[in-house]
């Protein structure tokens, strides 16, 4: 992905001023997602036919697993439940876009939510979860 891409999804996100857990805003950030994950992988329009199916399935399916563990007191297990669901789908991915692209999905997600949560600190000054950021160091 080119700078200035990377730059303008960057601003996209920085659009949406605080973003906390409000409906609205998670569509926004979901499409945001999904053309951040797009420019990443570089799907092929027969590749993407293929793959958002399924990769919404996948997400469907982290959510509810990350939703059952909020009402469980064991963080390991619930951790567990989210890798093993990862590796359910790293094989279905890998069959439509390969094993490099693969890894290029598990990677941009993780820097999606970086670039995300920096995006959310940047505008409150705040840590994402309503504590100020100094107090945290």
């Known amino acids: 992905m080119t700078m200035k891409k990377f730059f303008l999804i960057l601003t996209l996100i920085g659009s949406f001023g605080t973003l ?4 609205d805003h998670w569509e926004k950030v979901q499409a945001l997602k ?4 797009t420019q990443k992988l570089e ?9 958002w199916p399924v990769y919404n399935r996948y997400e469907t399916e982290i959510r509810q697993v990350m939703k059952d563990n909020k009402s469980s007191m064991n963080v390991i297990e619930g951790e567990e439940k989210i890798l093993n669901v990862k590796k ?10 390969g094993g ?8 941009s997600e993780r820097e999606f939510r ?3 949560m920096r995006q959310l ?8 979860k ?8």
Request: charged share 35%.
């Open 20 to 23: 906390k857990a409000q409906d």
């Open 34 to 37: 999904i053309a951040f994950i």
């Open 43 to 51: 799907l092929n329009s027969d590749e993407a036919q293929k793959f």
């Open 88 to 97: 359910k789908y790293q094989i279905e991915f890998s069959r439509i876009i």
């Open 100 to 107: 490099p692209k693969t890894n290029t999905l598990f990677n």
């Open 114 to 116: 970086g670039v995300l």
């Open 121 to 128: 600190k940047g505008k409150d000054g705040k840590d994402g």
């Open 130 to 137: 309503g504590r100020d950021d100094k107090k945290q160091q």
